[in-house]
């Protein structure tokens, strides 16, 4: 099985900046998708950015030119450079992946694995 685990979350004035990491463990053979989503108070889970197939990248509307993402596939990590925070950037913020994992002879798949949750708060 391959599991997720975030970090790098906490409180920051608005305009400041945080960067979150991902690190994935298991018998990990490769990513078909990558990851962030977040969910705010009340609102529904949501993509922030995500990798597909480890090149095209895509951004909510609402993060385009402030978040950067970046894979790190030798250390299986995924980190999300968050710059010119906003009040509104205020959720837990989840890491997903669709993964491969086990052997080269007897590969498996698990298309929806999530990380426990990190929270951001940015205060005004």
């Known amino acids: 099985q391959v599991q997720l685990a975030e970090s790098g979350g906490g409180l920051v004035q608005a305009g400041g900046s945080l960067t979150l990491s991902c690190v994935a463990s298991?018998?990990?053979?490769?990513?078909?998708?990558m990851g962030w989503y977040r969910q705010a108070p009340g609102k529904q889970r949501e993509l922030v950015a995500h990798f597909v197939n480890g090149e095209s990248t895509k951004y909510a509307d609402s993060v385009k030119g402030r978040f950067t993402v970046s894979m790190n596939n030798a250390k299986n990590t995924m980190t999300l450079q968050m710059n010119n925070l906003k009040r509104e950037d205020t959720a837990v913020y989840y890491c997903?992946?669709?993964?491969?994992?086990?052997?080269?002879?007897?590969?498996?798949?698990?298309?929806?694995?999530w990380g426990q949750g990190t929270q951001v708060t940015v205060s005004s």
């Open positions: 997903n992946a669709d993964v491969m994992y086990g052997t080269t002879l007897s590969p498996h798949r698990d298309r929806d694995v």
């Open positions: 298991g018998k990990i053979l490769n990513f078909n998708a």
